[in-house]
């Protein structure tokens, strides 16, 4: 088995596809559900397939993210250069954070339209993708 990728229901459509094209996400496709329902497909233009889908149900009221979900995590190239661009598209992410000391990866912290947090991760150098075994060896 594998995660194939995150759903997120989202209030205003075009508000939330402005906010994650504007990360770097590329439109995959749409399906419509009825109702005025919608759902879009996203990924990274690297990414082999979708990671994210964004849900619009109009009828179901603004989205309420509540206290279960925490948060998304992306994995970045280069932080001080995503969180460059992503303040030249207007949005604000937060201070650049070392969590795991000077050598570990370095962090940032947004937050979308809906209120759904997303931590952007840069590994140091010579770091597999991802968290993996020997992080916690």
Not at 2 to 30: C, I, M, P, Q, W
Not at 111 to 123: K, M, N, Q
């Amino acid at each position: 088995m594998k995660t194939l990728f995150v759903g997120y229901r989202v209030t205003d459509l075009d508000r939330s596809l402005g906010f994650y094209t504007a990360l770097g996400y590329a439109e995959l496709g749409r399906v419509e559900t009825g109702d005025g329902a919608r759902l879009v497909i996203l990924k990274f233009p690297d990414e082999p397939a979708a990671s994210l889908e964004l849900v619009h149900r109009p009828g179901a009221g603004p989205v309420d993210v509540g206290s279960g979900f925490d948060h998304l995590a992306i994995q970045v190239d280069d932080l001080a250069t995503a969180l460059g661009t992503l303040n030249e598209a207007g949005l604000t992410p937060g201070p650049l954070q070392y969590p795991g000391g000077a050598q570990g990866p370095k962090t940032s912290w947004l937050t979308d339209p809906d209120g759904y947090r997303i931590e952007l991760v840069e590994w140091p150098s010579g770091h597999p993708d991802g968290l993996t075994a020997a992080d916690f060896a």
